[in-house]
């Protein structure tokens, strides 16, 4: 066991703040739950603040809000420009990168304002939108709020847009500062409505920000309301995931019941297989509270996701195992303790390959004090940092931003359906690498997205690619669905691709493990995941959703659900791009040449050594064992996707016969002939 010396001194200590509150998010307004709400809305830092805060922000065109995490940002300042009028009748937009930020913020929003999700207060994520007529504090992800200014460059329905969690830089954000400082522009030179910007952080770059938007003001907010003990290790720590299991049953032996914690890993398998860890652990502990252990990660459905909200029953103690996810903005009711492995699972592009892996490196410094700001929410709290305070310091200040480590395929398309057309020169705050640009550039010009002007180096959108962009999908997708037209399996495709966009269907019962891929077994294709998708799919459809027959089948209903769901809006893009709806029946070999000729960038074939090699750069990669195809060595296949823990791995794929990928882009494969003929 981990002695409580291995912990150095607390980094700082702050002034203790009396005031005590208690309530829970996911419980409906009871009896004067609206004045205790009120009184907790007063207690926060950043109440004081309130009428400077809004005669700031009725002054400048944009401004910079940075105060420390918990200070009350992202709840109150929308709250505080709707009623000071600032937003003159118009849609406040406040933006999250994480969906789970968007859809918890909005719902503690609604209820400090007395009025359900939905009616003043609202939120819309990918493939869900809880807002109405009458929405006038609309919580967003980034990637909502651009895909809306393809249709509406200027924002027109929006008088402010709060850009929170700035810091964090996903994609999403960096071109979205850009879109909406060009939409401000727009507007002032038009002599339309102002629009006014926020960005607002934790931990940023203020200057950068500020010179960004024009020498916007930086408002800073004093204080936090509870303090935060944070405790490094006293030596460097060569198993985290060990270390975090550790330091959590040192917290439960000696913590009272209610003080919940939550862990900060890296990825779903790591967390699945932590949670089931310690519950197997915990079951033979005595004299200590019952645990409820939850995993949070993007790939669960909202309505899991949101479990950990809720107030753990008396003489319980909640853990949480969570991603990144659970960094920024979010309050899970009840964590007192925060345990920090250091680690974080991050996008790294690949230009040489156009590929992105996932890959675990060491956490930024803004993303460690943004998770210890996930303790001394409701009260004090306590933060275990599983590396050295000399780690700390030599951790990077601000996490590299994604468009300068992805595939921006996606982002250059959106850009260039905004009318963008030169993309090297957008006014990005931080330009992405020109080779970047260059990579994604040629991907979409393969893909038949974009084309050369005749006698030009101007690259344009071809109608083709306006199709694509209209879909919120990576472009590879999009292909996919406007090739199955001509292939005739659209109908099969839409299913294969909403069941790759919703999360994982397969329940993995640890105590069932056997009859859980007895019945999985059914489904399993010799064609490949795809191909098991979709038959799930369509035995799901036969028994009219029932949900029963998933329980009995070890398949998540409510993913299934959402599956559905996300179908008919794919399907709705399609009917508006006026396609033919064509289905192949049972013949899944046309599916699989259609998804040939969209990820043919996506292929693999074995080697006479045995092992699988990327058909343009040779990379060595293998089937995840969560493939149906794990055990088997098919020749050439095509996957969805790719991602690195031990090695590097690609996790949905389908069979495919060299000849459809050669078939689908001759000249594709011709350039990179040296290399990819073995
Ligand atoms: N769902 C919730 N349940 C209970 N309390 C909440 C909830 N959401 C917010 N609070 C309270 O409001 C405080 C301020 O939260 P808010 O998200 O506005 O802070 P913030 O300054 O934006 O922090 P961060 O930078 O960490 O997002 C929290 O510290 C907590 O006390």
Redesign the pocket.
């Known amino acids: 066991m981990r002695n409580p010396e291995d912990f150095g001194p607390p980094e700082k200590k702050q002034k203790l703040n009396p005031i005590q509150f208690n309530?829970n998010?996911q419980n409906g307004p009871k009896k004067n739950s609206f004045e205790e709400l009120r009184d907790?809305r007063r207690a926060?830092p950043?109440f004081s603040a309130k009428h400077k805060i809004v005669s700031e922000i009725k002054k400048f065109p944009s401004a910079i809000v940075i105060?420390?995490?918990?200070?009350?940002?992202?709840?109150?300042i929308p709250q505080y420009l709707l009623e000071a009028g600032v937003h003159q009748n118009a849609i406040i937009a406040i933006t999250q990168p994480r969906r789970v930020a968007a859809i918890?913020?909005s719902?503690?929003v609604a209820l400090e304002k007395n009025t359900t999700i939905g009616s003043l207060v609202g939120y819309c994520v990918r493939f869900e939108d809880v807002t109405s007529a009458g929405t006038k504090l609309k919580f967003m992800t980034d990637g909502m709020l651009l895909r809306e200014s393809i249709l509406d460059p200027t924002l027109t329905r929006y008088s402010i847009i709060i850009l929170?969690?700035a810091h964090e830089r996903t994609i999403n954000t960096d071109v979205l500062f850009g879109v909406v400082k060009a939409a401000q522009r727009r507007r002032l030179k038009t002599g339309q409505k102002l629009l006014k910007i926020i960005v607002m952080?934790?931990t940023m770059d203020v200057d950068h920000f500020s010179e960004y938007f024009n020498k916007a003001p930086v408002l800073y907010l004093e204080g936090r309301?509870y303090p935060i003990q944070v405790m490094h290790t006293k030596e460097p720590q060569s198993d985290y995931l060990f270390a975090s299991l550790i330091t959590l049953f040192q917290i439960h032996k000696e913590a009272p019941a209610g003080d919940d914690i939550l862990i900060f890993l890296t990825g779903q398998e790591e967390i699945e297989s932590a949670v089931k860890t310690i519950k197997d652990l915990a079951r033979d502990l005595k004299d200590v509270p019952q645990l409820v252990v939850l995993p949070l990660y993007a790939a669960l459905p909202s309505q899991t996701q949101i479990k950990v909200?809720a107030k753990t029953p008396p003489g319980h103690r909640k853990v949480v195992v969570a991603t990144n996810i659970a960094e920024?903005?979010i309050?899970i009711?009840g964590i007192k303790y925060v345990i920090d492995s250091g680690m974080v699972k991050a996008k790294v592009y690949n230009p040489h390959s156009g590929l992105d892996l996932l890959k675990v490196v060491t956490a930024s410094k803004a993303q460690v004090l943004?998770r210890t700001?996930r303790a001394g929410?409701?009260a004090p709290g306590v933060c275990y940092r599983l590396f050295t305070e000399s780690e700390f310091q030599n951790m990077s200040t601000n996490t590299v931003p994604e468009i300068q480590r992805c595939n921006l395929a996606s982002v250059v398309l959106q850009l260039m359906a905004l009318g963008i057309s030169d993309v090297l020169t957008f006014d990005f705050m931080d330009k992405p690498a020109p080779e970047s640009i260059n990579a994604a550039l040629e991907e979409l010009v393969i893909l038949g997205a974009l084309e050369r002007q005749v006698n030009s180096d101007i690259l344009k959108l071809t109608p083709l690619g306006k199709q694509m962009a209209a879909f919120p999908l990576d472009p590879r997708f999009s292909k996919v669905i406007l090739l199955a037209k001509d292939y005739d399996c659209l109908e099969e495709i839409l299913s294969i691709i909403a069941m790759l966009s919703a999360e994982s269907v397969l329940v993995s019962v640890s105590n069932k493990r056997k009859e859980c891929l007895e019945s999985h077994q059914k489904f399993m294709s010799s064609e490949g995941d795809h191909i098991m998708l979709l038959n799930i799919y369509r035995a799901y459809k036969s028994v009219n959703g029932n949900k029963s027959w998933c329980f009995d089948n070890f398949i998540n209903s409510t993913n299934m659900h959402n599956a559905q769901e996300i179908r008919k809006q794919l399907r709705e893009i399609c009917e508006r791009n006026n396609m033919t709806f064509t289905s192949c029946g049972r013949d899944t070999t046309t599916i699989r040449k259609c998804l040939a000729a969209g990820f043919f960038m996506n292929a693999a074939e074995l080697s006479k050594e045995g092992d699988f090699l990327t058909m343009t750069t040779r990379t060595k990669v293998s089937i995840h064992p969560s493939s149906a195809l794990f055990q088997c060595k098919p020749a050439c296949v095509v996957f969805t996707e790719l991602v690195k823990t031990t090695k590097c791995y690609m996790r949905t794929l389908s069979v495919v016969d060299p000849d459809w990928l050669y078939e689908a882009a001759p000249s594709y494969f011709k350039r990179k002939k040296t290399s990819a003929i073995s």
Do not use: Y
Not at 67 to 76: A, C, D, F, V, Y
């Open positions: 309530f998010s907790a926060l950043i105060g420390e995490t918990g200070s009350g940002k992202t709840t109150q918890s913020v719902q503690r929170d969690e952080s934790a309301q909200f920024t903005s309050t009711h943004q700001g929410r409701e």
